[in-house]
């Protein structure tokens, strides 16, 4: 079976769609709660093991200063119960996910207006004034599978560059993982 990759229409330069999301902390947050240099929203979720799997690299990067790390999850939690808002609340306080924040996108309109598709599918953007625009929308990393070790870390080279004030000269192929399940 092939697996999703990520299409989004987003292009390098365009403003971050805006969201209002509940998170598992008990509030609510939008574009305009987050001030950082480089905003990378990861759609994700619990069960897939493509996720899980960057679960500690963006963990690592939620804990360095300048970047914010936001994991929207979307699937659909009545047919898929390990992605429901308590198993993400439970994910959090056990400790194996730490992003700034891990939202719930209980209709999935934010992933259709980011243009998601597979979990993880992560879009880095970079502020400009009031604005966050995309500066990187591709892989992680290198490690194709689940079960594999990375050896060169995408997201950690745009990061860089954005925090640098440089473009992003990466396109090492769409994300890709578990479908994101529709509600």
Excluded at 45 to 61: E, T, V
């Amino acid at each position: 079976m092939a697996l999703p990759e990520s299409d989004s229409d987003l292009a390098d330069g365009d403003p971050a769609p805006a969201f209002e999301l509940p998170g598992v902390d008990g509030e609510t947050y939008t574009l305009e709660d987050f001030d950082t240099d480089a905003l990378l929203v990861v759609f994700t979720c619990n069960h897939c093991p493509y996720a899980q799997a960057k679960f500690d690299l963006l963990n690592d990067i939620a804990a360095e200063d300048d970047v914010t790390v936001v994991g929207i999850n979307a699937n659909d939690a009545e047919e898929y119960p390990d992605d429901s808002f308590e198993k993400m609340r439970a994910f959090v306080e056990e400790g194996r996910v730490a992003y700034d924040a891990y939202l719930r996108d209980e209709t999935a309109d934010v992933a259709r207006a980011y243009g998601a598709v597979c979990t993880p599918d992560p879009f880095l953007f970079r502020r400009d004034g009031d604005t966050y625009r995309l500066a990187y929308h591709g892989r992680l990393d290198d490690a194709l599978g689940p079960d594999e070790e990375a050896t060169e870390f995408y997201v950690r080279q745009a990061i860089d560059a954005v925090r640098a004030g440089e473009a992003v000269d990466l396109d090492p192929g769409p994300s890709r993982g578990c479908g994101i399940k529709w509600p």
